[in-house]
């Protein structure tokens, strides 16, 4: 069967390379929007991650003309009555100049949330990664699925195997942060890794249909 190119809709590398690991068995060929022709982005107005995927994954099928996977995801801390929240990756958007690299904003908006969290005692620093994905074509959704990912935060970062706010982010199963966790341990227990792995049987079942 030859690969179906799938348009990942994401800039961060560090998605892209996580969930290109975990759909490597599949006939599929993930494109990463830096090998495309730039497309403005999106503005992500939905209130929750999956109607952001949803609406991110339509665009860029429509863009692309092709199938299209996105992702959104992010952080919810109790403490904080479910923020960052979908807005978890322009947490520090206030304080970050446009344009600022990666690890700077991930950097700002881990220093933000641990000013947010300073008071609360340990056994409330209670959180969730949640992520959704879509898989989309230009006549519409095709595939969703969903994973969280339950933690704490931790009082200080930790860990440089994650991005954003994996260092921070406790796992007490594992004893260490996502940023501990070697690849493939958090690939298989990670909000993002139980969604792919929904999707992967979801989509190995679409496209046996479609062959």
């Known amino acids: 069967m030859p690969e179906k190119p799938i348009v990942l809709a994401t800039g961060n590398p560090g998605k892209l390379r996580e969930i290109a690991q975990v759909l490597a068995g599949l006939p599929v060929d993930i494109v990463g929007l830096n090998e495309l022709a730039a497309i403005p982005e999106p503005e992500e107005t939905g209130d929750t991650f999956a109607r952001n995927a949803r609406d991110k994954a339509l665009y860029y099928a429509q863009a692309t003309g092709q199938w299209c996977l996105a992702d959104d995801s992010g952080l919810e801390v109790d403490a904080l009555g479910g923020e960052p929240g979908v807005r978890s990756a322009r947490y520090s958007s206030d304080t970050v100049a446009p344009g600022a690299g990666r690890s700077i904003v991930d950097l700002a908006n881990n220093t933000k949330l641990l000013a947010a969290l300073e008071d609360v005692p340990d ?82 079942d679409h496209l046996a249909r479609k062959s």
């Open 123 to 204: 056994h409330l620093r209670t959180a969730r990664f949640v992520c959704c994905l879509a898989l989309a074509d230009r006549s519409g959704v095709l595939i969703e699925t969903s994973g969280t990912f339950e933690g704490l935060i931790a009082r200080g970062a930790a860990g440089d195997n994650g991005f954003g706010y994996d260092p921070l982010f406790y796992v007490p199963d594992c004893n260490c942060t996502a940023a501990q966790l070697p690849p493939e341990e958090k690939n298989r227990i990670s909000h993002r890794g139980q969604a792919v792995k929904r999707f992967v049987e979801l989509l190995a």
